[in-house]
């Protein structure tokens, strides 16, 4: 009897590992749009560019031989967007802004203007949050134009990044990306602040992955985001890293239109 308990915990033991394995091999389809993802990173783009570009076009920040991170935030405007705009002028960090739609644009402009003003790069998230791998070809234009003509109204100016919802992409997803003059920008650091409002572990989760070129993924829509913003920068400011904005990432080479960049 003994022998017949000990078997079946170590069937149960591998169908549970087989059951992990599949469900992540799931989630990397689904991120993918059931195709191979090709992603292009900051120093590849910046390579790329030729020394010729970087000595021509380099703004404040030589990435190439400066340790650069960018601080990006997605799914604002909020009611605590004010503040982490007060926390990012105080830290004198610029940062990259994906911002939402419906009840965030329409709700704050005065935000999206500030952003703008005050230097940090204003991009688009969709309108509604809609999975764009799970839409038509006309709601993806829709969702994606909306914000555009939104933000280029408040700010003057058109954006040329998107972030995905979920970071769910495909091949249909990049056409129309092209189309419309979007590069798509997903992430290497995540808090997964949407599981959590403890500050301490927001931070500890960013400083535990933040590498060279790295592009955190933050949500300033949560109550304990923005106050872990302070401890982050401070802390890898120490660890000798410069705050740039995505585009200053890639500098001197730009994001292309359907492309896909991490």
């Known amino acids: 009897m003994l022998s017949l308990t000990r078997k079946m915990t170590k069937t149960g033991t591998r169908l549970r590992a087989l059951a992990?394995?599949?469900a992540a091999a799931s989630l990397t389809l689904a991120l993918s749009g059931c195709t191979k993802l090709e992603t292009d990173s900051p120093s590849s783009v910046r390579n790329a560019a030729g020394t010729q570009a970087r000595a021509a076009s380099l703004g404040t920040v030589d990435c190439a031989h400066t340790k650069c991170?960018?601080?990006t935030f997605d799914a604002g405007p909020s009611e605590n967007s004010a503040r982490l705009l007060d926390i990012l002028k105080e830290k004198q960090v610029p940062a990259t802004f994906f911002l939402l739609g419906r009840r965030h644009i329409?709700?704050?402009?005065?935000?999206?203007?500030?952003?703008?003003?005050?230097g940090h790069e204003v991009a688009s998230h969709t309108w509604t949050h809609k999975i764009l791998t799970?839409?038509?070809?006309?709601r993806i234009r829709e969702e994606l134009e909306r914000p555009n003509k939104e933000i280029e109204r408040l700010t003057g100016k058109r954006p040329t990044l998107m972030r995905p919802p979920q970071?769910?992409?495909?091949?249909?997803?990049?056409d129309i990306c092209r189309e419309l003059g979007l590069a798509e920008v997903l992430w290497s650091v995540t808090a997964k602040d949407y599981k959590t409002n403890d500050s301490d572990l927001i931070t500890e989760r960013v400083l535990d992955q933040s590498s060279r070129d790295g592009i955190i993924l933050l949500h300033d829509i949560y109550d304990g985001t923005v106050p872990a913003v302070p401890g982050i920068i401070d802390a890898l400011k120490k660890r000798g890293y410069v705050f740039v904005t995505v585009p200053q990432l890639l500098a001197p080479g730009k994001a292309e239109p359907g492309k896909v960049y991490r």
């Open 69 to 71: 991170i960018a601080l």
């Open 134 to 138: 799970d839409a038509d070809p006309d």
């Open 20 to 22: 992990t394995f599949a």
């Open 106 to 118: 329409d709700t704050y402009p005065e935000l999206v203007r500030r952003m703008a003003n005050e």
């Open 167 to 174: 970071g769910r992409t495909d091949d249909t997803v990049h």
